[in-house]
């Protein structure tokens, strides 16, 4: 969409110090609903109008869930607080020296900024994967919905046996929560809704490959769970191959370290980046995250903080930073809104200590693993129950809560998803990344 | 999405004659599903992969519904029948000489063949209103509510007075169900929504204008029900105008008969005319019709059928043909199902007599107009708990049903609409009819 020149970002100064945020994901969300109280002016800046709910993009990705289970209006959260100011501009860049951002609407001041971008797809610098598609943001939930749905229309039209294997073949790149996640749903489309839908094609021969360059499934999580959700694959037929790294994708094959698949579709979830801003001094970034001390106070500013996934805060615990999770950004926007409001007071900052709750991935119907703080590990039905709970707890509105559980509860009972519209048909050619 | 070379429309003849049905609308899908037990092969043709139900169409554009409230995929309705084929792709013409449809991806031949292509917006060959927004597909539907949200987005951001204005004002054109149900709608969402979300704005600047070429709304309605409707909307600040064209849509400026308004947002409900296809012979095309006998038999032909809105069936109650409505396509589909039945089984066919159940138009919270067969006219309250019953009971499936429903309750206790989400971004050069 091109800016109209009439357009610019001007908010009126108020007596009150002013905050800028930039994103409305967990963190940027989270802070400026810890700040509601406080004597500042804030502005949160977000290049969409919606906060995403990203643990459950798979569900959107997979015909599940529709994009309103999972995202929720973020002007929406800023209702009823005159101070309270949400501009939906694509941030550009940051300008220190002068305390402004700059977006593709103009500049505007900031007395204190909190850099909370997130992060973003991370491709590896690798040029020869132009065609794989990513899973980072509620478009490409939307847009790999479309492109697995219009496989599989088009191998019922296909005569030709090549085309026919590269449509009904899945490539999933990475083994973390989202390539697991991602696999067992497509799993049980395979297992409950394609034979049905689509009576011409012989889904014995669907194969769904989860590619994992290191030698466990779910690296950040136990042992345990890694092991058993890699189990949980294997049962429900997934190919998974570990140790093995995707050197190039091109005409609908990939080729792996161990070998190539023909495969129409390869799902890019191998991992992400911090989503730094032009602008900072590189001093303060390493390893695409900007450096930031137990106050989530960027490296060399008084006034600049980050929160979140773009933020590398590294403690004794963390010697190589937090990890890049929900869990962490929320705790962290919570606690810099704190920290914040004690500095107005005039009292010393806290620091940040990062509360493990646990973690979890779901792998299918009945299946799940779950980390629990304290060592305890949890798997099959009841850690699926835990799953289903937390996430329907940490959805962002009751509205949410209330759709999302209704298509779960419906999908349990008749094993059906109702979503699996082709509304906008997709073409690689266009990928957003 | 161009079609690759290696697909083709090829489907394996059985011994039982095909019935090639073009369009997955209120028509074709009912004579599908009333053909189920025929002995035949029945072919579905339409180029999405799901039915819509058009009358809620305006409820997704207006924020108050997904898409998988409204839609349900094709290929459940034909699940578990070895003699039924859905194929998704778009029917580009029809050789009747030949007995063939033809399509992008190749051509079928057909013993029967039923056109249930339905309609498409009628611009009535103004050239000059290339950038109002039509309101027929889900896809419109999508477009038109991020058009909406992003044009306050940018009204936020604008400092230029009569941009401002172009944004805030709001023209549908055509007092039909469509136009006075969006009225409705985005009248809602300016009382309610719009003015906790935007404090910046001021929604007294707001207008949305009814414009109507007749001198009266909902002209397929009693008269009791129009006037009805035009209080209602004037009750809820709605400009009506009647008797009005509009003659030209540049540079956000409205001009009509009657003077000219500005606006970036021109909703076009003003009317539909048949979506005749290539290829039948001129002399059975009437006012943009196919024109059938009353056994919706396409004048000329003995194996090819049209029902829906591009059939014109004249009748002595009709003499102009029956109104392009959704219970007279689904009477038809139902009808010639069983016609064809009948047919099979060597008997004479029956002629299609419209049973009328009324009709009826919702124009906001606890207010609607229905007309009951009988002359007996209903509003308000009671008026509006039959639309919404009829709706839900109408919709496609069940979980269509309970994931409106859910919706409806959510949004009539706590004035609130979820789905205020800009996931694509609108550009009304990208507009699609």
Same mark, same amino acid.
């Given at each position: 969409?091109? *800016?109209?020149?009439?357009?610019?970002?001007?908010?009126?100064?108020?007596?009150?110090?002013? &905050?800028? &945020?930039?994103?409305?994901?967990?963190?940027?969300?989270?802070?400026?609903?810890?700040?509601?109280?406080?004597?500042?002016?804030?502005?949160?800046?977000?290049?969409?109008?919606?906060?995403?709910?990203?643990?459950?993009?798979?569900?959107?990705?997979?015909?599940?869930?529709?994009?309103?289970? @999972?995202?929720?209006?973020?002007?929406?959260?800023?209702?009823?607080?005159?101070?309270?100011?949400?501009?939906?501009?694509?941030?550009?860049?940051?300008?220190?020296?002068?305390?402004? @951002?700059?977006?593709?609407?103009?500049?505007?001041?900031?007395?204190?900024?909190?850099?909370?971008?997130?992060?973003?797809?991370?491709?590896?610098?690798?040029?020869?994967?132009?065609?794989?598609?990513?899973?980072?943001?509620?478009?490409?939930?939307?847009?790999?919905?479309?492109?697995?749905?219009?496989?599989?229309?088009?191998?019922?039209?296909?005569?030709?046996?090549?085309?026919?294997?590269?449509?009904?073949? &899945?490539?999933?790149?990475?083994?973390?929560?989202?390539?697991?996640?991602?696999?067992?749903?497509?799993?049980?489309?395979?297992?409950? *809704?394609?034979?049905?839908?689509?009576?011409?094609?012989?889904?014995?021969?669907?194969?769904?490959?989860? @590619?994992?360059?290191?030698?466990?499934?779910?690296?950040?999580?136990?042992?345990?769970?890694?092991?058993?959700?890699?189990?949980?694959?294997?049962?429900?037929? @997934?190919?998974?191959?570990?140790?093995?790294?995707?050197?190039?994708?091109?005409?609908?094959?990939?080729?792996?370290?161990?070998?190539?698949?023909?495969?129409?579709?390869?799902?890019?979830?191998?991992?992400?980046?911090?989503?730094?801003? =032009?602008?900072?001094?590189?001093?303060?970034?390493?390893?695409?995250?900007?450096?930031?001390?137990? $106050?989530?106070?960027?490296?060399?500013?008084?006034?600049?903080?980050?929160?979140?996934?773009?933020?590398?805060?590294?403690?004794?615990?963390?010697?190589?930073?937090?990890?890049?999770?929900?869990?962490?950004?929320?705790?962290?926007?919570?606690?810099?809104?704190?920290? *914040?409001?004690?500095?107005?007071?005039?009292?010393?900052?806290?620091? $940040?200590?990062?509360?493990?709750?646990? =973690?979890?991935?779901?792998?299918?119907?009945?299946?799940?693993?779950?980390?629990?703080?304290?060592?305890?590990?949890?798997?099959?039905?009841?850690?699926?129950?835990?799953?289903?709970?937390?996430? *329907?707890?940490?959805? &962002?509105?009751?509205?949410?809560?209330?759709?999302?559980?209704?298509?779960?509860?419906?999908?349990?009972?008749?094993?059906?998803?109702?979503?699996?519209?082709?509304?906008?048909?997709?073409?690689?050619?266009?990928?957003?990344?």
């Amino acid at each position: 969409m091109a *800016i109209p020149e009439h357009l610019s970002l001007t908010i009126a100064k108020s007596e009150l110090p002013r &905050i800028v &945020i930039i994103g409305g994901g967990f963190g940027g969300l989270k802070l400026a609903k810890g700040l509601k109280k406080t004597k500042a002016q804030v502005v949160l800046l977000d290049r969409n109008n919606f906060h995403t709910f990203q643990p459950l993009l798979y569900q959107v990705a997979t015909a599940g869930l529709e994009p309103d289970s @999972i995202a929720g209006p973020l002007r929406k959260s800023f209702e009823g607080n005159p101070n309270y100011f949400f501009r939906m501009v694509k941030v550009t860049g940051i300008d220190t020296d002068k305390n402004e @951002i700059e977006t593709t609407v103009g500049n505007l001041s900031y007395d204190y900024l909190v850099i909370a971008s997130g992060s973003v797809t991370n491709y590896f610098g690798n040029e020869k994967i132009k065609k794989v598609l990513p899973l980072k943001r509620l478009v490409h939930a939307l847009d790999l919905r479309s492109h697995i749905l219009q496989n599989f229309e088009q191998a019922v039209l296909t005569k030709d046996e090549k085309k026919l294997e590269q449509m009904m073949n &899945i490539v999933v790149v990475g083994g973390g929560p989202t390539g697991v996640e991602v696999c067992g749903a497509l799993s049980e489309l395979k297992k409950h *809704i394609l034979p049905r839908d689509y009576p011409d094609l012989d889904f014995s021969k669907m194969n769904i490959h989860l @590619i994992e360059g290191t030698d466990r499934l779910l690296n950040g999580m136990s042992e345990a769970s890694g092991q058993n959700s890699l189990r949980y694959m294997e049962k429900l037929g @997934i190919n998974v191959q570990l140790n093995t790294m995707v050197e190039e994708y091109e005409d609908d094959v990939v080729k792996l370290s161990s070998g190539s698949i023909e495969s129409a579709t390869v799902v890019w979830s191998a991992g992400v980046r911090g989503n730094v801003l =032009s602008g900072i001094n590189s001093t303060s970034v390493e390893r695409s995250r900007l450096v930031v001390d137990e $106050f989530n106070r960027v490296k060399g500013f008084d006034n600049v903080f980050a929160v979140g996934d773009v933020a590398l805060m590294k403690s004794e615990e963390f010697p190589n930073g937090h990890p890049m999770l929900a869990p962490v950004a929320m705790q962290q926007g919570s606690h810099l809104s704190k920290n *914040i409001k004690r500095h107005f007071q005039g009292k010393k900052m806290m620091p $940040f200590k990062y509360f493990d709750k646990g =973690s979890m991935a779901t792998v299918g119907r009945n299946k799940a693993v779950v980390d629990m703080p304290g060592g305890v590990h949890v798997k099959g039905l009841l850690a699926w129950v835990i799953w289903m709970f937390i996430h *329907i707890l940490y959805l &962002i509105g009751f509205r949410n809560k209330l759709i999302a559980l209704n298509n779960w509860v419906w999908s349990y009972l008749t094993y059906d998803k109702g979503t699996r519209l082709i509304i906008r048909t997709f073409s690689r050619k266009n990928r957003k990344d």
